[in-house]
């Protein structure tokens, strides 16, 4: 089975950074992911890591270190329409695990 | 391309009422998924599908069936409906884990907003 933490809830200034955690166990690991997802709508594909370190994309950056089931989302530059859930998902090796299994996700709020 | 379109965006039932949520995606992908979500509870698997004519349960499947005819199509029916099936329910598709394409990112569709009475 696979189980996923990361905080229920998070606040920050416009223009600052952020970091929000994820710690997961898995019996398989195929990948983790950091989605978005604003208010009444869909989630959106933010990140993906397979590999320990950093991978960055603009004001975001994603950090994995699968020896200690660890992953941070790193927000910079924190702008008003950041504020949304941010969803941190783990894929596994077989069965339905071949899916996402999705963290309750930290909703981020952004304050002026 | 639409991508993952879901239908209807919202849904009144009674309990013990029946219906089937749309899902259609336009990216040929093999995989398709149905996730509740609930406050607090994030995204729990309900079934998925692996490639048309396959299906198979997730973490929640009880009071949901699937099937998949077509690559395109992954229908969700609720049999009996009951206020705890009172939900988000999104639909999403992606790639096969051996296509090659290592991301294999998940596109989800807008959602279907259910209450049931």
């Known amino acids: 089975g696979q189980n996923i933490d990361q905080p229920t809830e998070m606040t920050a200034t416009e223009g600052a950074i952020v970091q929000i955690n994820c710690t997961y166990q898995?019996?398989?690991?195929?990948?983790l992911f950091w989605y978005q997802q604003h208010a009444g709508e869909a989630p959106t594909f933010l990140s993906y890591?397979?590999?320990?370190g950093l991978e960055e994309k603009g004001r975001f950056s994603s950090f994995l270190s699968r020896s200690k089931g660890y992953s941070y989302l790193l927000l910079k530059e924190l702008q008003m329409k950041d504020s949304a859930s941010y969803l941190c998902?783990?894929?596994?090796?077989?069965?339905?695990?071949?899916?996402?299994?999705f963290g309750s996700g930290t909703q981020l709020t952004v304050l002026p | 391309n639409a991508g993952v379109t879901q239908t209807p965006k919202f849904q009144v039932l009674k309990t013990g009422q029946s219906m089937t949520l749309q899902c259609a995606q336009d990216?040929?992908?093999?995989?398709m998924s149905w996730y509740r979500q609930d406050p607090g509870m994030g995204l729990r698997l309900i079934h998925y599908?692996?490639?048309?004519?396959?299906?198979d349960q997730g973490e929640v499947p009880n009071g949901y069936n699937v099937s998949r005819s077509t690559t395109e199509d992954f229908p969700l029916r609720l049999l009996s409906a009951a206020p705890s099936q009172t939900s988000v329910y999104f639909c999403?598709?992606?790639?096969?884990?051996?296509?090659?394409?290592?991301?294999?990112?998940?596109?989800f569709g807008a959602g279907t907003r259910l209450s049931v009475l």
């Open positions: 999403a598709s992606s790639y096969s884990s051996t296509s090659g394409r290592a991301k294999n990112i998940q596109y």
């Open positions: 898995t019996s398989g690991f195929n990948g």
């Open positions: 890591n397979v590999l320990d």
């Open positions: 998902a783990v894929r596994g090796l077989s069965g339905s695990a071949r899916q996402l299994t």
């Open positions: 990216m040929n992908h093999e995989y």
């Open positions: 599908s692996v490639g048309a004519g396959i299906t």
